[in-house]
């Protein structure tokens, strides 16, 4: 079922990216062109870093995937071609494979990284197919779990300060919950989705939260702030 | 001049399938015999059981793994470089340097609390000093092999006024390094003061023989040639050592004998080409003037799904016949190359 979806998904491919020739057209609608995933010379097609041409019989075909199983397969090797410090130092830390990550089916078209991202751009930032940035996982989970969560709340107004406000994982830092801008797009005052959860580069063996079980709560709940029962 | 890889004939479409299989039933007796040749490295392998050591024989000679070194593991290595009997390995992901010793099995870290590096890249070698392209901090870190730190170049800004990305560094013969710029798309020679000599790229995504798009590892050849890996233009571009154009190698492609997204590189004596490729997760050889000789590292070169040794190779070199490649996510894999002639 699902090696057939794919082989369909490939031959779709294939015969759009045939048809349309060049591909700008589709380039267009694809609006690759001036996203972060422009990174072709000016003038040149900027498909191809992503969709490599077939050397042998022109077909364009997806990058070679060897070693599909494990945690390094699906669409993370593409990803991380790029994302590994050499074409760009942004996000190497989500290839961290001791880190928890969204869960996500590798090569499952729509249920890979590409779940949440669409590499060729969306209207969002980070290429999130969703808005809400750091609530946006509302998007698809109407209930937050069993902790359920109050968020869009201003903690520092209500006297609630995390003790570790920082996460830097670019500086190894894996450590702390984040306040949140009131629109979820930088640093600020508000509690998030992303307060407690990291998508990648959380906590092992945590729903990808972003401090250990032990001392998430704590970290704001402290003394008179202390969690009701 | 050139050579021919044991088994590169497998490369041919027909390659009969009875064949890998029997090539691979010989996979125990082969790495016995790797033990055999080369006791000294064997303790590191034997350290760990939860090693990734690879017992199969692919169709260049593979040879053995080095696993994790244990306790505080290294995370996504880029590259290593052997100096008398210890690996010298840039840990990316944890910002330092470790020092392998081949006798003892063990890893240290080399310089202690007192270097600190951002993502460092790549790591070169004259045979005394380390040189680490420090990619984030912009500048080419060198030390002893202690760790103590020696000195610091720092690299010049460029044309948009960014900090420089260093993600390759060669030591060239005579004097001096070649080193790679990610974020102006240039390489750079420089004298052993560390003053540039001279700057090729312009400053912006190019291509040609003028331009590169994201310039990775360099090396320098015995004559002073320069190999650097043009990982966007999937090809890797050899500079006289003036600077001047000379040649590319490669063309983009997922097959083998094409390059998807070139990491390393590396040099022989007889000036073959090794070219590293994260995404065919394999190394491919080239002769001096480009014609593709074969693929290390996976067990069917033809066929784009079957098993690699390799993950995301980065990081090559070679030292005494052995191709050390350095991947992200496997670690160490150690290749032992054919004899020349």
Known sequence: ???????????????????????????????????????????????????????????????????????????????????????????????????????????????DCDRCHDAHGTPYAKFLKLPGAADFCQGCHAVAGPVNHPVDIDARSLGIEPQDSSWNPYAGDFHGTRLWSEDGTGPGDYMKCLSCHATHGGEPDTSFNTMPSGSLCTNCHVGKRQVPE | MSFSFPGSEQLLPEAPRARMLSVAGLAALFVAAMAFIFPSLLPLSRESSSARISTAVYPAGQAWALPHPGEGEWLMPAGAVTIGDAIFVADTGNNRILRLERERGRATVLGGAGLTLQMPMAIATDGQRLFVANSLAGDIVILDPSGQLESTITLPAGATGAPPRPIGVAVVPGGGLVVSDAEHHRVLRLDAAGAVVWSVGTGARGGGTEGFNVPAAVTVDDAGNIYVVDTLNARVVVLSSTGRFIRQIGERGDTAGTLARPKGVAVDETRDIFVSDGLLAAVEVFDPDGKYLGLIGRRDPSDVQSTSALVAPAGISITDGVLLVTDRHAGLVAFDLPPRH
């Open chain 1, 1 to 111: 079922m699902a090696a057939a979806a794919r082989i369909i998904a490939a031959a779709i491919l294939g015969v759009t990216l045939i048809m349309l020739g060049t591909s700008t057209t589709l380039g267009e609608d694809r609006r690759i062109s001036g996203t972060q995933h422009d990174v072709a010379i000016p003038g040149t097609p900027v498909c191809m870093y992503c969709h490599i041409p077939h050397a042998a019989n022109a077909e364009t075909l997806w990058a070679s995937k060897p070693n599909m199983t494990g945690a390094f397969s699906g669409l993370r090797p593409l990803c991380f071609s790029c994302h590994d410090g050499t074409v760009t130092s942004l996000g190497s830390f989500a290839f961290d494979l001791a880190r928890p990550l969204h869960m996500r089916s590798p090569g499952v078209v729509g249920a």
